[in-house]
């Protein structure tokens, strides 16, 4: 069956009446094609940070739990994942199956030796990560660095973080990288990393060089807020304050970043998979406008990761919903059709 969908499209709300010609959308009538859903459109959900494919940290990737985790993401109408790291080399078929998200990834990641979770990731020493780094990103367009771990450990110095960018975008490459703390934040954004992973204490006073470098922030809000309440029932400890008094500044930095001009991506960091449009409310709950909460989870991150939306000639997605889902946010999870490369898939 050939796929056509009509209705308005967000981001602007145009009305489209688009055919799948194989995975390119044409608004040139096709024939035999027959109409999936009509209503409000989306190119699709986009989860900007999931790590999809086994079950503990530490434990090795796992074809069929990587599978089962795809399907969660396809059933809620996720079209696209970025997985800024990954329990091992994933398979071949991974962002290219039928019925599957389509993924960029970033491979395992990269950390100093000492931090990150056991069993996770190569380990490199400050001399050997651009290299690394680099050769990563050749591969597969991305690579992500551990800038920083536990409290007390030592962030990636700025100098060294510098030096990856530069090795990484050489071939043509994009940075990801992980902090949670002041230290690799700053370290981060000086060294102008493509994009800042979580960004818990992240300095403020950063948020307009990130704007205007492009830099992006992911901040899984949701999976904080999620963390939160466990841990303000916890001894006190160093990590205890850590982590309270930077998942309760979260939502405010996520909000300024926002207002700031950095581009936000949703990224759920969690298990179990298929659940962006919870990070999306978390975006609007913490004072994001709805629309710009629901770009972060679909249109924005989508063009971030270099795909078009809703137009001829891009590539065949939608999720298409019986209301203007920025009115109902609830509705996320429960579009009316999935379709993707041109194949209605729910
Ligand atoms: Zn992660």
């Given at each position: 069956m050939i796929a056509r969908v009509r209705g308005r499209a967000l981001p602007d709300g145009e009305y489209v009446?688009?055919?799948a010609d194989g995975d390119r959308w044409t608004s040139d009538p096709v024939p035999g094609a027959e109409l999936v859903a009509e209503g409000w459109l989306l190119p699709g959900l986009v989860d900007a940070h999931t790590h999809p494919g086994a079950e503990e940290?530490?434990?090795?990737?796992?074809?069929?739990?990587l599978r089962a985790d795809l399907h969660r993401h396809v059933d809620a109408g996720v079209t696209m994942i970025r997985s800024p790291g990954l329990p091992g080399e994933p398979p071949e078929w991974f962002g290219a199956e039928p019925g599957l998200p389509r993924a960029v990834h970033a491979g395992p990641w990269i950390a100093q030796h000492g931090e990150f979770f056991d069993g996770w990731g190569r380990r490199a020493t400050h001399a050997e990560l651009p290299a690394l780094?680099?050769?990563?990103?050749?591969?597969t367009g991305w690579a992500k660095v551990?800038?920083?771990w536990q409290t007390g450990d030592d962030a990636v110095p700025s100098d060294v973080l510098t030096a990856v960018v530069e090795a990484v975008h050489a071939v043509g490459g994009r940075l990801a990288v992980h902090s949670q703390h002041a230290a690799g934040g700053e370290a981060a954004v000086a060294a102008g990393v493509d994009s800042v992973e979580h960004g818990m204490w992240l300095d403020p006073g950063y948020l307009p060089d990130m704007a205007a470098r492009g830099t992006a922030l992911t901040p899984t809000l949701s999976v904080f807020q999620a963390a939160l309440g466990r841990a303000r029932d916890?001894?006190?400890?160093?990590?205890?304050?850590?982590?309270?008094?930077?998942?309760?500044?979260?939502?405010?930095?996520?909000?300024?970043?926002?207002e700031a001009g950095v581009k936000i991506l949703a990224g759920t960091d969690s298990r179990p998979h298929g659940r962006v449009g919870d990070e999306i409310?978390?975006?609007?709950?913490?004072?994001?406008?709805?629309?710009?909460?629901?770009?972060?989870?679909?249109?924005?991150?989508?063009e971030?990761?270099?795909?078009?939306g809703l137009v001829p000639g891009a590539p065949a997605d939608a999720v298409v919903y019986a209301e203007d889902p920025r009115e109902d946010l609830g509705q996320l999870e429960h579009p009316v059709a999935v379709v993707l490369r041109g194949v209605r898939v729910r």
């Open positions: 009446d688009l055919y940290p530490g434990d090795p990737m796992d074809d069929e739990i780094a680099a050769e990563q990103a050749k591969r551990i800038a920083d916890r001894e006190d400890t160093p990590r205890k304050r850590w982590f309270v008094g930077g998942a309760e500044a979260h939502p405010a930095l996520v909000v300024a970043a926002a409310r978390a975006l609007a709950e913490a004072g994001l406008r709805p629309h710009h909460a629901l770009a972060a989870g679909s249109w924005a991150a989508r971030y990761l270099g795909l078009p």
